[in-house]
């Protein structure tokens, strides 16, 4: 039985981070701190900047050890710290410095943060240091809201720069959506399943603050649903259901000729193939059509069907291509909204196969009717 289970719960499990983002998460709020101190202490001394360095560490761990969570989002520090600040030195101004103001301070200053969306708990350590606080922060008075202000702005500035420089994507925003056909379409993935308005109404339904934000949850959903349609598809790879009978053409091949091997082998797409057999580019109906469109393309077809326009100047490159180890369930997402009709498959640098959305579709069904046996 593990330690958790004997503690009845009161010890969780273990975290799901490593210890390489534990040492990155400290060094990065301590160094957040160490600025953010330094910086007030040079502007309004340091008898200010130690009285409000409590707030700014618990801010730091937040920062820098859980970037991604609702908490710790810009707006969460920099309007929590704001309202604090404000509440407090009004509370202050009125009822004076006691310790039943600086209570109160506290809760207006949480249901404040709960209308505006700003929850970040060191805002309640800000409001009643700032009631609570010694003669240094009491004799700015009503001033006392621009170091509460700087100290959130240099650490949410090192926090914005450490992180990313880290590896850590901060602050978390929502992916753009790829809007691959200029209509109000939602991406095909998002059609089926787990929908926005889902995950609000069970948020609501949960009725608690849950700290992370909707875009985080719904990557959550979507690689655990991934990971449980890899365990239940098994082993199937790129390799398995590629296509491996290719036509290709070079850069050097005309437009007109690549029209033709299209057309006689009814194909979409044609991969381009150096003279070391190297995938250089691929080209698409599309392509074509999109040279065609172009005022010279037209004339050049009209003339002789663009007898001496080269792939090279048509083709797209670089090219998204897998190897031959790459789970189909990894296809999916790239086959169905990246706008992409085929994925080269590559081993060792080489062109081995290709598998298109009609593999992927006849693989997909081919496992459903597995399922249903």
């Given at each position: 039985m593990n330690l958790s289970r004997r503690s009845g719960g009161i010890i969780p499990a273990l975290s799901n981070t490593r210890p390489r983002e534990w040492l990155?998460?400290?060094?990065?709020?301590?160094?957040?701190?160490?600025?953010?101190?330094?910086?007030?202490?040079?502007?309004?001394?340091?008898?200010?900047?130690?009285?409000?360095?409590?707030?700014?560490?618990?801010?730091?761990?937040?920062?820098?050890?859980?970037p991604s969570g609702a908490l710790a989002?810009?707006?969460?520090?920099?309007?929590?710290?704001?309202?604090?600040?404000?509440?407090?030195?009004?509370?202050a101004h009125y009822g004076g410095h006691t310790l039943s103001m600086a209570a109160l301070a506290t809760g207006i200053t949480l249901?404040?943060?709960?209308?505006?969306?700003?929850?970040?708990?060191?805002?309640?350590?800000?409001a009643l240091g700032v009631v609570l606080a010694g003669p240094a922060l009491q004799g700015l008075g009503e001033m006392a809201i621009l170091p509460v202000m700087l100290n959130a702005a240099a650490l949410l500035a090192s926090a914005l720069l450490y992180n990313n420089l880290t590896g850590v994507r901060y602050p978390k925003r929502p992916l753009p959506a790829i809007d691959l056909h200029h209509t109000r379409d939602r991406s095909p993935e998002l059609r089926v399943g787990i929908?926005?308005?889902?995950?609000?109404?069970?948020?609501?339904?949960?009725?608690?603050?849950?700290?992370?934000?909707?875009?985080?949850?719904?990557?959550?959903?979507?690689?655990?649903?991934?990971?449980?349609?890899?365990?239940?598809?098994?082993?199937?790879?790129?390799?398995?259901?590629?296509?491996?009978?290719?036509?290709?053409?070079?850069?050097?091949?005309?437009?007109?000729?690549?029209?033709?091997?299209?057309?006689?082998?009814?194909?979409?797409v044609l991969p381009v193939l150096d003279a070391e057999q190297k995938l250089v580019g691929i080209v698409s109906l599309v392509d074509l059509a999109d040279f065609a469109g172009r005022a010279g393309g037209r004339r050049l077809l009209r003339r002789g069907g663009g007898q001496k326009t080269p792939l090279s100047e048509?083709?797209?490159?670089?090219?998204?291509?897998?190897?031959?180890?790459?789970?189909?369930?990894?296809?999916?997402?790239?086959?169905?909204?990246?706008?992409?009709?085929?994925?080269?498959?590559?081993?060792?640098?080489?062109?081995?196969?290709?598998?298109?959305?009609?593999?992927?579709?006849?693989?997909?069904?081919?496992?459903?009717?597995?399922?249903?046996?």
């Amino acid at each position: 039985m593990n330690l958790s289970r004997r503690s009845g719960g009161i010890i969780p499990a273990l975290s799901n981070t490593r210890p390489r983002e534990w040492l990155r998460a400290a060094f990065g709020a301590s160094l957040g701190v160490l600025f953010s101190v330094w910086l007030c202490q040079e502007v309004f001394g340091l008898p200010v900047a130690l009285l409000l360095i409590g707030p700014l560490g618990a801010s730091a761990i937040l920062l820098f050890a859980v970037p991604s969570g609702a908490l710790a989002q810009p707006w969460s520090i920099l309007g929590s710290y704001l309202l604090a600040a404000v509440v407090a030195t009004a509370v202050a101004h009125y009822g004076g410095h006691t310790l039943s103001m600086a209570a109160l301070a506290t809760g207006i200053t949480l249901l404040a943060m709960f209308v505006l969306r700003c929850v970040h708990p060191p805002g309640g350590a800000v409001a009643l240091g700032v009631v609570l606080a010694g003669p240094a922060l009491q004799g700015l008075g009503e001033m006392a809201i621009l170091p509460v202000m700087l100290n959130a702005a240099a650490l949410l500035a090192s926090a914005l720069l450490y992180n990313n420089l880290t590896g850590v994507r901060y602050p978390k925003r929502p992916l753009p959506a790829i809007d691959l056909h200029h209509t109000r379409d939602r991406s095909p993935e998002l059609r089926v399943g787990i929908t926005d308005a889902d995950m609000d109404a069970a948020l609501a339904e949960f009725g608690e603050f849950v700290d992370i934000t909707r875009e985080n949850l719904a990557q959550i959903i979507r690689r655990t649903e991934g990971s449980a349609l890899r365990r239940s598809m098994g082993e199937i790879r790129a390799g398995d259901i590629m296509s491996r009978d290719l036509r290709w053409a070079t850069p050097d091949t005309t437009v007109k000729e690549a029209l033709q091997l299209l057309q006689h082998h009814h194909l979409r797409v044609l991969p381009v193939l150096d003279a070391e057999q190297k995938l250089v580019g691929i080209v698409s109906l599309v392509d074509l059509a999109d040279f065609a469109g172009r005022a010279g393309g037209r004339r050049l077809l009209r003339r002789g069907g663009g007898q001496k326009t080269p792939l090279s100047e048509v083709m797209s490159s670089p090219v998204v291509a897998v190897d031959r180890h790459c789970h189909v369930v990894d296809l999916v997402p790239m086959l169905s909204s990246r706008g992409l009709h085929c994925l080269p498959v590559l081993e060792q640098g080489r062109l081995v196969g290709l598998v298109t959305q009609t593999d992927l579709i006849a693989a997909l069904h081919r496992d459903l009717l597995q399922h249903l046996d």
